[in-house]
C-alpha cells in the first residue's frame, strides 16, 4: 500500500526547496514538544536501561564497573526469572480468552436490542474508570475466606469455602476474575461501536434467504468483525504482559510466588534487591519476548488480510 | 488505622505551624524524619516528636509516614542513593547491614552522642552490639520488639494453667505447651492459641527464627559461601509448628489480622504476636497479660527486631541540623517511657531501670527478652519486611498448611537462599 503512493509523484516537490525548509522548519516545531518527551523519557531510558544490564549496578552505588553479558548469563539460568515469566504468560493466555469472548458475548447480547441501552453500557463501562487499587480492595474484601461475600454465596448454597487468594491453584485464576470485571468493558465497547457500524442490510438480506438469529452471527456478524476482533487481541495481549498492579496489590505475587509476574520480580531486583543491572538484564528479556509475539502477531494478521 | 494516624500527625503538625511559627520562623531549622510507624505506636511516635519540638524551639522536626516493609525500604534506599534523603530515620536494626556497607547511611558520632548526655553504658550489651558495623556505630537503638507470648488469663485461670503468681505456668517442652493449650482451647471451646501466617513471611520467620534459636544453634549467611545451619533444628521447629494447626489447638488457615481477632474476642486462650499489638489488647477490654514464648528447646530465645534511628547520607551535610538531630534523637530516647506504653522494650536503660517502667504490666514481664534477643541472621537480603522473608513463605507455607513436609520446605528454602548467596553482593 504505502509502496504505491510513493512512487507517484508529490505535488510537493514541484514547489521551490526554499519554502519547503520553511515547512519542514515549522513541522519540527510543531513536532518538537512531543519530540523532546519522546527522547528523554522513551528513547534515552531504553538506550541508559540498556547499558545497565551490562554493569553490576547497584541502588547502593556499590560494583558499577562494565561486566559484559554476565547479568543475561545469569538471569537465563535464574528459576525464579523463569518462573516469573511463566506466570506473566499464564496470566495472559487465561486472561485474554475471556476477556475477548465476554465482551463479544455481552456485545452481542446488547445488540439484540435490550431496553434501556444507556444503563447496561455504563454498568458494563464503568469499573474501567476505577483506579486498579480501588478494584483490588474491593476484591480482596470479597474473596476474604472467613467474612468475604464469595465464600458466603458459595456455603449459602451448600458449596465448600474456597481460599481465593491463599490457595497457589487457585490465585491465579481469582485475579483474573477480577481483572476481568475492571477491564472488560473496554473490549465490550469496541465491539459494540463495530457490531453497529455493521449495515443493517445485510441482516436484512440474509432473513429473506431464510437465515436465522445464529446463522446470521456467524455468517454476518463475526466475519464483519474480525478487523475489531484482530485489533482486540493483539491490545489485550499486551495488557496482560505488563499485568503488575493487581497482583502486588492483592496476593503481593503469593502464595508461594504462584502469581509472581514477571515485572513484580523486576521490581523486586532491582528496588528492594538493589541489583538494578540484573534487573534490567531481566527488563530486556522481557522486552525481547514482547517483540517475539508482537512479530508474531503482525506476520499472522498480514497474511490473513493478504 | 494508617490512614487516620497518618492525617492525626497531619492535623497536629499543621495546628503547630500555626500557632509558634510565625514568631521565631527565621532561626528554626527544619528536620526531616522518615518512619515507618503507622498504628497505635505511629501516634505515640507523633507525641514524642511533639514533645522534642516544644523543647527545643531551635529546630522542627517534619515527620514522614510511609507504608511498613518494602515501601518504606526501598524509598529510604533511592533517597539515599539520590542524594535527597531526611536529615534522620527509623530502620529496623536488621536492616542495617543492607544499607552500612554501601555507604547510604553514616556512622554516628559517638562523642557527639555523649555531650547529649547518651553512652553505651546507656543499652543492653546485645542491642548495642547490634549497632555496629566494623567497628563504628551505625543505628542508636530506639526500642527492642520482641516476639512474645500473650494469654488471656482469664482463660487461663479456668483451664488451671495459673501458676502461684498469678502468672502463666513455666512450661519446657513442646508436648507440655500443646497440653497446656489443650486445657484452654477446653474453656474456649474454640482454639488454645492463636497465630495468624497466612501470606506473611514475616510472621512465620519470627515464630519459626524463635524456635530454631532455642535450640542454642546459630544461623550465619556469607556472600559466596552455602548458609551454615543446623538443617535437624530447623526441620524440628517447622514440624513443632505445622503440628501446632490442627484445627484444635490452633486454626490450621488464618491471616495475622484473623489469629488477633480471634484472641482479642476471647476466642483462644494464647496469642504469638509481636509487643507491638499490646495497645490493641489492651483496647479489646479482655484481661491480657504477656510473657517471652516458653523455652521449648532448652535455651531461652527470642525473634526480635529494634526500631533505630540512622543517619542517611548527605550530599551536603549542614552541621547546624545535624546537631539538631542528635538533640532530638536523645530527647526522644529519653522520654521514650511513652513508647513502653506502645509494648516496645525501651532501648535507652534509665527509662527500663526507672520506678515508672516497673510499675507498667504486663510490660514488665516479658522485659527479660531484651536479654536473650535474637536478631535476623545478618546479610544484604535478610531483616524484617525483606524479600528473604517473602521467600520464606514460598517455601514453608505449605509445610504449615499440611500439604507439605517439614524437610523438603526447609530444603528448597535453604537452596534459594543459597542461590542468594551465591550471587553478586549489591553493598
Redesign the interface.
Known sequence: MSTSTLSRPRPETLRKPTSRTRSNLSGWGFAAPFLVFFLVFLVWPILYGFYMSLT?K??????DSLIGFANYA?ALAD?DMWRSLGNTLYFTVISTVPLVLVALIMAALLNIGLPAQWLWRLSYFAPYLLASTVVSLFFTWMYN??LGLINEFLTGIGLPRV?W??D?NVAMWAIVIATLWWTVGFNFLLYLAAMQNIPAQHYEAASLDGAGAWRQFFSITLPQLTPTTVMIVLLQILASLKIFDQVYQM???????STRPVVQYIF?TG?????LG?SAAISYIFFGLIVVISVMQFVITRRRSA | MTGSALLGGGLLAAGLTGCGGAAQAAAVQDIGFWHLLSGGDGIKMQAMINAANQANPGFKVHPTVLAWG?PY??KL??AS?GGRPPEVAIMHASRVP??A????IEPWDLDLLAENGVTSADFAPRIWEKSQHNGQVFSIALDSHPFVMFYNTDVAGKAGVLGSNGQLQEVSSPDEFKAMALEMQKVTKAHGLSFGY??SGSQMWRLFYTLYKQHGVDMELTPGQPMKVDREAAVESLEFMASLFDDTIAAQ???IS?GIAEFARGGSGMLFSGVWELPTMKKAGIPVDAATIPTLYGTPASYADSHSFVLPRQLKLNEDKRRDVYKFVTDVLKGSLSWAEAGHIPGYQPVVQSQAYRELTPQIHYANAADIIAYDPES??SGSG??WQ?YF???V??VLLGRDKAAAGWDAFEQRTN?LLS?????
Not at chain 1, 547497584?58 to 560494583?63: D, F, Q, R, V, W
Not at chain 2, 550471587?423 to 553493598?427: Q, S
Open positions: 553490576g547497584s541502588l547502593t552505588g556499590a560494583n545469569e528459576a475466606p472467613q481460599a487468594l491463599n497457589p496476593t503481593a505475587g503469593g502464595p508461594g510466588g523486586e528496588f528492594t534487591g538493589y541489583r540484573y | 518494602p525500604y526501598t534506599a533511592m542513593a543492607g544499607y556497607p554501601g555507604g547510604l497466612l501470606g488457615a488464618g491471616d484473623t544484604w537480603f525483606s524479600d517473602t513463605a514460598e517455601n507455607q505449605n542461590t550471587r553478586p553482593n549489591p553493598v
